[in-house]
C-alpha cells in the first residue's frame, strides 16, 4: 500500500483545513487508517483512526470535537477535518495503514505540513 497525503498548508487560529490521503492497491478496504502529527521537538503522535468500514472514528482526546476522520472506500482516500484548529496543532500529518490495531503502522504516508497560526 502506497499513501499520498495532501491538504496541508498555513491556517489562523480557529480556522479549518481538511488532509486527505490516497491510497494505491485493491485492498485498501481492508486496512484501518489513521493519521498521526508530529510537532517541531516531540515524538510522532497519534491522532485519529477509522475502521475498515467506516463506522466509527478513534480520536486522541485533544482533537475530540473538533476533528472527524473519515474515509472512502470506493476512493481508496482518508479524510481528516480539522475545525477549531489551534496553535497546538501545528506539526507535520502522516497518513498510516494497518491491517491491526495502528498500534505500530504497516505503511505510512510522506507527511503533510500543518501550521496553525497565533
Known amino acids: 500500500v502506497q499513501l499520498q497525503a495532501s491538504g496541508g498548508g498555513l491556517v489562523q487560529n480557529g480556522g479549518s483545513l481538511r488532509l486527505s490521503c490516497a491510497a494505491s492497491g485493491r485492498t485498501f478496504s481492508m486496512y484501518v487508517m489513521g493519521w498521526f502529527r508530529q510537532a517541531p521537538g516531540k515524538d510522532r503522535e497519534f491522532v485519529a483512526s477509522?475502521?475498515?468500514?467506516?463506522?466509527?472514528?478513534y480520536y486522541t482526546d485533544s482533537v475530540k470535537g473538533r476533528f472527524d476522520i473519515s474515509r472512502d472506500n470506493a476512493k481508496n482516500t482518508v479524510y481528516l477535518q480539522m475545525n477549531s484548529l489551534k496553535p497546538e496543532d501545528t506539526g507535520v500529518y502522516y497518513c498510516a495503514a494497518d491491517l491491526g490495531t495502528m498500534a505500530e503502522p504497516e505503511y505510512w504516508g510522506q507527511g503533510t505540513q500543518v501550521t496553525v497560526s497565533s
Open positions: 477509522i475502521r475498515w468500514n467506516g463506522d466509527r472514528g
